[in-house]
T-cell receptor, first 115, second 116 residues
Framework: DAGVTQSPTHLIKTRGQQVTLRCSPKSGHDTVSWYQQALGQGPQFIFQYYEEEERQRGNFPDRFSGHQFPNYSSELNVNALLLGDSALYLC??????????????FGPGTRLLVL | AQSVAQPEDQVNVAEGNPLTVKCTYSVSGNPYLFWYVQYPNRGLQFLLKYITGDNLVKGSYGFEAEFNKSQTSFHLKKPSALVSDSALYFCAVRDMERSGNTPLVFGKGTRLSVIA
């Protein structure tokens, strides 16, 4: 049973560029959440996708956007990269049974460095 | 608003000794509480969660956590620490009163170092 997978593992970009990160959820999961983990901090919620729609969003600018595909995989896009976007980006999958008790399972993350 | 506090940035413990990693939370309603562990250059790994029922929750790798509603705490414990337990530990909360698969709110993390 494959867990949550993310690609790429590492990425280096320069300011102003655009980046796309990818996530495949755990088998049987239909909900994908994205988090940003800056160095020395806990993960911060970016947004969540379910049924190919953004269902919830954290306090991140519109430069951060996403997409979910029919197979439940997801992409995170960041435009006009800033130095402050350098972080570990984590994808988490879960079941959307409308229950807050559901556990989110995390992938290994994509480490983004913006120069 | 929900929040989590992990008051210790670093916890050091000798191998074989008991360990405790502290967590306090704030939610408007009743909480769902989670502990995750992060090893270097890795994502977060789920350890255990409190949903309802018994205040003592047992999880993976011999870890357990005790929910204390009056103190709004959910401390992570292990009776005998291993060197391999050295990692970064995160406590997270979700408000039970909010419906749906709401996002987790994390603490800043506590680095556990187990010394042989």
């Amino acid at each position: 049973d494959a867990g949550v997978t993310q690609s790429p593992t590492h990425l280096i970009k320069t300011r102003g560029q655009q980046v796309t990160l990818r996530c495949s959820p755990k088998s049987g999961h239909d909900t994908v959440s994205w988090y940003q983990q800056a160095l020395g901090q806990g993960p911060q919620f970016i947004f969540q996708y379910y049924e190919e729609e953004e269902r919830q969003r954290g306090n991140f600018p519109d430069r951060f956007s996403g997409h979910q595909f029919p197979n439940y995989s997801s992409e995170l896009n960041v435009n006009a990269l800033l130095l402050g976007d350098s972080a570990l980006y984590l994808c988490a999958s879960s079941l959307n049974h409308g229950q807050a008790r559901e556990t989110q399972y995390f992938g290994p993350g994509t480490r983004l460095l913006v120069l | 608003a929900q929040s989590v506090a992990q008051p210790e940035d670093q916890v050091n413990v000798a191998e074989g000794n008991p360990l405790t990693v502290k967590c306090t939370y704030s939610v408007s309603g009743n909480p769902y509480l989670f502990w995750y562990v992060q090893y270097p250059n890795r994502g977060l790994q789920f350890l255990l969660k409190y949903i309802t029922g018994d205040n003592l929750v047992k999880g993976s790798y011999g870890f357990e956590a005790e929910f204390n509603k009056s103190q709004t705490s959910f401390h992570l414990k292990k009776p005998s620490a291993l060197v391999s337990d050295s990692a970064l530990y995160f406590c997270a909360v979700r408000d039970m009163e909010r419906s749906g698969n709401t996002p987790l709110v994390f603490g800043k993390g506590t680095r556990l170092s187990v010394i042989a």
